[in-house]
Nanobody, 125 residues
């Protein structure tokens, strides 16, 4: 069973930066893809970005392109979401997810089988 544990959320000022981490444990295979999603109160879960676990190609939502970057460190079994120039509309709970298929990054939540518990990002003006 793949397990995902996010960390790094917290309070950030608009225009600031934050880095989220997702530690992956369990039998993750090279063909897996990893995704970051977010969910604001009263809204659906939204794709933020993703990465092929072994090959490394990434994909990012238009709303975060140029500001957020997904990366991974295979040796540390960790996926990162670097958030720069954070805006008020980025405030949400952020989730890490794993999909046992790849290397194309899927953008729909239903494509992912494993989820972390989420980490909250609060943005102050």
């Amino acid at each position: 069973q793949v397990q995902l544990v996010e960390s790094g959320g917290g309070l950030v000022q608009a225009g600031g930066s934050l880095r989220l981490s997702c530690v992956v444990s369990g039998p993750i295979a090279d063909y897996y893809t990893m995704g970051w999603f977010r969910q604001a109160p009263g809204k659906g879960r939204e794709f933020v970005g993703g990465i092929s676990w072994r090959l490394g190609p990434t994909s990012h939502a238009d709303s975060v392109k140029g500001r957020f970057t997904v990366s991974r460190d295979i040796d540390k079994n960790t996926v990162y979401l670097q958030m720069n120039n954070v805006q008020l509309e980025d405030e949400a709970k952020y989730y890490c997810a794993a999909r046992p298929w790849g290397p194309t990054v899927a953008t729909l939540p239903r494509s992912y089988d494993f989820w972390g518990q989420g980490t909250r990002v609060t943005v102050s003006s």
